[in-house]
C-alpha cells in the first residue's frame, strides 16, 4: 500500500467522465460498473488517448482500495489487502498499450467471478492506467539513476465495482445535519452527514432546500452527487446563497440514493441577518 501511494501521483476523478493528465493524455470513463453473478465473466472497456505529439505507452494494472474518512478520498492498496477486493478477480486485455501521437485505443477489462460464497458480495476495486517512458541511462549507476526498462510517471485511476444482481438491498441515514457557522471564506455553511447502511454501492444526489418562513419562497440549491460503499459515510458542506434575504428559514437537507422510496431527509431552522 505505502509503496503505491509513494511512487505514484494518483489523478483524483469525479464522479462520472473523462480522466485528463494535463494534456498529454486521457482516459475515459472513469468509472466501471459490473453486475455478474458468481462463476460469470464480465467485459467493460475504457478508451485511452494520447493527446501529445509523440508516442507514448500506458501499463495496465490493478490494485485494491479503501475510503476510511468521511471525505471520500481513496487510499489505494495491495491486491487481496481489502475483504471487498476484487483486483484479484480483474485482467486487461491489452497490459501494454503503445499509441502514437494523437491515437486511442480500447482496453477491456475482465472480471471472473469465482463460482463461490466470496463472490456473492459488493466487491470493488482501481483499474490503474500508468504512463510510462523507457528509461535511458544503463543501470547499476546508484539508486537515482534510470536504467533500461519501462519506468512509470504517472497514473490514471479507474474506480471499478461490482454488485452481484441479488444484492438489491439500499438503505441510507442522515447522521448529522448542522449549521456549521461560516467558512474560511467568510460563506454561511451546513454540514450534512450521510451513511450508507444498506449492502449495496449508492450514488447519492444530496441538496439543500431553502425556504423563507415569512415569504414561502423557497430555493432548491444544485445537487451534489458522490459514491458511497456499504458501511462507510460521506460529509458533505453545502455553502448556502450569498444572497439571501435577511430573515429566518427552513433548511431542508435531501438526500436521493435510488428511485423515489429511496428519498431521506433532514431540517434545521436557521436565521439570516
Known sequence: MNALKRNFAILLLTLTGTLVYGQSASVSPSR???NAEPG???VRRITVT???ETPQSFTVSFADFSSPGTDGKTE???PGESPHSASRWLSASPSLVELAAGESRDVEVILQLPDSPEAAKVVW???LVKLARERTQPPGLGEDAMGFGIMHTFQFVIHVFQTPPSVTYKDA???AFEDSGKDEDGKRTVMLHVENTGEAIIDVAAYLELTNLRTGETIRERARAFTTLPGHSRMMNFNLPENLTPGNYSVLGV???GDREA???AELNITVE
Open 32 to 34: 466501471l460498473y459490473f
Open 40 to 42: 460469470q465473466t464480465q
Open 50 to 52: 494520447n493527446n501529445s
Open 76 to 78: 489505494l492498496a495491495d
Open 125 to 127: 476495486a482501481t483499474t
Open 173 to 175: 441515514r442522515i447522521l
Open 255 to 257: 438526500v436521493d440514493y
Open 263 to 265: 428519498v431521506i431527509a
